[in-house]
Structure formats: C-alpha cells, structure tokens
C-alpha cells in the first residue's frame, strides 16, 4: 500500500498493489478508516495493480465506502482492471464503488 497526497485539499490517493485477500484485509480496512476518519476530504483506491480480490477484499471496499460516506469523506475506486474488474461486477457494488461518494467536507469546506 502507498499513500499518497492528491493535492493541499485534503484529497488522498491510497495505491494498492498484489492480492486483496485474507491475509490483508484487516490491514486495508485498518488504513482506509484511518483515512476516512482522519484529514482526508476525499478517498482514491487505485486498483490499478491488484491482481486479486476475494469475497472478503470486496467486502472491505464496501466498509470503506460506508465508513467513507458516514464521516463525510468522498470515496472512490479507480482503474480495476481485468478479473478485479469483474468480481466488483458479478458482486454488484463496481457502478457504486467507482462513482463513489462525494465529500460533504469539501462541500463544507466551500461555503
């Protein structure tokens, strides 16, 4: 996992890389509460270099985005590519995860 700062707004791009399975789920779920929880306004997850996610793996992008859009912070998926892409798709949550949630944070932040 990188973290990695998107912009002075408070935007947060976490980079995974490898397997979404067992063996990191509690670490995943652990980091992206933190992130929501935290300073973040806005959540990337870029899937770009995972490989594989189980049953479990999709269930912790959906606690995130819950945790996301119960703190206020925006919340998204990017670039899920090729099997990764189609278990969000055969799950149902791909369409939600990659439109996201948008941050009331940065709303508020505005006005």
Not at 14 to 32: R, W
Not at 49 to 60: E, I, K, M, N, P
Not at 65 to 90: F, S, W
């Amino acid at each position: 996992m990188v973290r990695n700062a998107i912009g002075d707004d408070g935007e947060m791009r976490l980079i995974l890389a490898g397997e979404i399975d067992l063996a990191s789920h509690d670490v995943l779920l652990t980091e992206i509460i933190q992130l929501v929880g935290g300073s973040a306004t806005h959540l990337v997850i870029d899937l770009e270099a995972v490989t594989f996610v189980d049953s479990g793996g999709v269930g912790v992008l959906v606690k995130g985005y819950h945790a996301a859009r119960d703190t206020g912070c925006g919340y998204k998926i990017v670039n899920p590519q090729g099997m990764v892409k189609q278990v969000l798709e055969i799950t149902g949550v791909l369409a939600t995860l990659i439109t996201g949630s948008p941050s009331r944070r940065k709303l508020r932040a505005a006005n």
